[in-house]
């Protein structure tokens, strides 16, 4: 099973810059977007390629945030959000349940410039999304959740560590809620097959840092420790243009 996760920066903008082109070339069983910038009507004309299902979990503000799922596989029900009023209403979250897993599509908050929001991400945010995760694991399912992070765990997961330190998406409570999840019980599945530095899946739009590789990995798959043996193939696609982000995939095998 190919899942693939994008943060395109706007689907409308993305349909104009190739999504529906990836789409049709990476033939994903799964494709999960983030920051559609969208409501459903906003994009009704659109014939996307046959045999998909899509949900959408738009904001409340036209324009801000979002996301999708796009499936040809029908899933068992679908959820909107982590039932919390409070985090809901921006649309990040939509989660798939299949008869082998739960799949959780999520835009994480950024903290933004100057750490605006920090203490809402890593005080209210991440402890309510891991609470939710762990309750799916414990309905009895293993569980798989992707998308733009907006944080990059390691020094080795974005180019300038050091400089970093104090900007968003890099801080210490930041990366050691990350830290939270992956000690509760999952597996940061791009980690388990490339140790490697220079790997990134976003890039600031300023300075040619795309083509200089300066960038940050903070899109990602994380799943459940029981799905270990059933991970086959994780990888990012930095040559796909059409975003501030690229792609991020992972293949499973399921019994």
């Given at each position: 099973m190919k899942l693939v996760s994008w943060n395109v920066n706007g689907i409308r903008a993305g349909l104009k810059?190739?999504?529906?082109?990836?789409?049709?070339?990476?033939?994903?069983?799964?494709?999960?977007?983030?920051?559609?910038?969208?409501?459903?009507?906003?994009?009704?004309?659109?014939?996307?390629?046959?045999?998909?299902?899509?949900?959408?979990?738009?904001?409340?503000?036209?324009?801000?945030?979002?996301?999708?799922?796009?499936?040809?596989?029908?899933?068992?029900?679908?959820?909107?959000?982590?039932?919390?009023?409070?985090?809901?209403?921006?649309?990040?979250?939509?989660?798939?349940?299949?008869?082998?897993?739960?799949?959780?599509?999520?835009?994480?908050?950024?903290?933004?410039?100057?750490?605006?929001?920090v203490a809402y991400?890593?005080?209210?945010?991440?402890?309510?999304?891991?609470?939710?995760?762990?309750?799916?694991?414990?309905?009895?399912?293993?569980?798989?959740?992707?998308?733009?992070?907006?944080?990059?765990?390691?020094?080795?997961d974005l180019s300038n560590p050091k400089a970093n330190k104090m900007n968003a998406g890099f801080t210490e409570a930041e990366r050691t809620n990350f830290t939270k999840i992956i000690d509760s019980g999952f597996i940061d599945t791009f980690r388990a097959f490339n140790q490697e530095p220079g790997n990134h899946s976003w890039w600031s739009q300023f300075n040619d840092c795309r083509a200089r590789n300066i960038g940050w990995r903070v899109d990602y798959f994380v799943a459940s420790e029981a799905l270990r043996s059933s991970l086959k193939k994780a990888w990012i696609e930095p040559e796909i243009m059409g975003s501030d982000h690229c792609p991020v995939g992972l293949e499973i095998k399921l019994a």
């Open positions: 810059k190739g999504l529906l082109e990836y789409m049709l070339s990476a033939k994903a069983d799964v494709l999960c977007i983030q920051e559609t910038k969208a409501h459903p009507g906003d994009v009704q004309h659109v014939a996307w390629p046959k045999g998909y299902q899509v949900f959408y979990n738009s904001a409340d503000k036209k324009g801000y945030s979002g996301t999708a799922i796009f499936t040809r596989h029908e899933p068992l029900c679908v959820k909107n959000g982590i039932g919390k009023e409070e985090h809901d209403k921006e649309g990040r979250v939509i989660t798939l349940e299949y008869k082998e897993f739960w799949l959780v599509n999520v835009y994480q908050p950024n903290s933004q410039r100057g750490l605006a929001r991400r890593t005080e209210a945010w991440d402890p309510a999304f891991l609470k939710y995760i762990k309750k799916l694991e414990n309905k009895g399912k293993p569980v798989i959740f992707c998308g733009d992070l907006n944080v990059a765990h390691l020094d080795i």
